[in-house]
């Protein structure tokens, strides 16, 4: 394998010289730039990492913490992150919670391994940390982009939405096709944002005369066994709805396989309104109405405020995100005696 001395040899340049073309960095004349660079194509030399690295003082490593690896949900969230860093020539460490501890703890020992590994910036989604706690890894890697959520004094850090829109848009989109009789499956209530979209929901509800207390709730730890789960109790005690809201579309997915399971048809018997529109929500049976989180674009746009600040780049960064409705066909419209159409 050819080294920078071998390049230096073959272009009739000094080691330093050689350097310099590699890594774009110091004043060079064009005729020792182009023997090297002919050298560095005919010997076929690739910069080591690490020397590269030492040079520079920047392992041009992003490190980005997710709380899981499954489902349908992080996989394309990551995906886009990765096609950022790619289009800039940087590279991805991603890491989620391990220990023994509590998953605040478990949290902190992830963010701790990425940090260990010097990457020149942090990606940070989580629900289990407090606003505190991004404080504090803030100011050890300040250069730190947290997605999906708001933290008081961070306000440049942060890329989210308002969820608790999101949560109304949803109550909206049953209400306005008759519905008066719901349930609800939500997220864990250690969850910021699964507290923020059932908020929003029944504060619509509220605004039509709906109690809070007139509706059955309960948590389906945003999974498809809960939502499953929910449905079979629901079911078991005989509540009566026709309108479904489920804070996660996994979760909606296990709700309408089990209300199939028991007869109850979607639409027609029951309509059902997921949440974060997955990719899998365009190809369930019915295809599943939900509202549409930008989860990508969050991530996008909060990696390139982070390859502005560590590497110098000048990429465009949007800041305002919207949320929609994606309709389908798992919501139909009530008759005038409450009963599906």
């Not at 944002?193 to 059955?216: C, E, P, Q, T, Y």
């Amino acid at each position: 394998m050819a080294t920078i001395r071998d390049v230096a040899r073959q272009a009739g340049v000094g080691v330093g010289t050689a350097s310099r073309v590699i890594s774009g960095r110091g004043p060079v004349s064009r005729d020792a730039a182009a023997r090297v660079n002919a050298a560095v194509a005919e010997l076929g030399f690739r910069p080591s990492e690490i020397a590269r690295a030492l040079s520079s003082m920047s392992a041009g490593l992003i490190g980005v913490y997710v709380p899981d690896f499954s489902g349908a949900f992080f996989g394309p969230f990551l995906h886009a992150i990765s096609n950022e860093l790619r289009a800039c020539q940087r590279r991805i460490v991603v890491a989620n919670g391990f220990g023994d501890g509590d998953e605040r703890t478990q949290t902190i020992n992830g963010l701790e391994f990425l940090i260990e590994r010097e990457c020149d910036g942090l990606i940070v989604f989580s629900n289990h940390l407090n606003d505190e706690d991004f404080r504090v890894i803030q100011r050890r890697q300040p250069r730190l982009a947290i997605i999906n959520r708001a933290v008081p004094g961070l306000e440049e850090n942060c890329f989210a939405v308002d969820h608790r829109s999101g949560g109304a848009l949803a109550a909206q989109a049953l209400l306005a096709h008759g519905h008066r009789r719901f349930a609800v499956i939500a997220g864990p209530d250690t969850a910021l944002d699964n507290v923020l979209r059932v908020d929003g929901f029944f504060a619509v509800l509220a605004g039509h005369g709906i109690a809070r207390d007139d509706v059955a709730l309960r948590d389906g730890g945003f999974s498809f066994a809960g939502g499953w789960a929910a449905i079979s109790d629901f079911i078991a005690r005989g509540v009566n709805f026709t309108g479904l809201f489920c804070a996660n579309d996994e979760m909606a997915m296990g709700a309408m396989s089990c209300l199939q399971e028991h007869g109850r048809r979607v639409p027609q018997d029951v309509s059902v309104v997921g949440y974060d529109n997955t990719v899998l929500s365009g190809y369930t049976s019915p295809r599943l109405t939900s509202v549409a989180i930008p989860m990508c674009a969050m991530g996008a746009s909060g990696c390139r405020w982070l390859l502005n600040q560590c590497f110098g780049t000048d990429l465009d960064v949007p800041t305002e995100f919207s949320i929609d409705v994606a309709w389908r066909a798992s919501v139909a419209e009530l008759t005038r005696d409450g009963l599906p159409a």
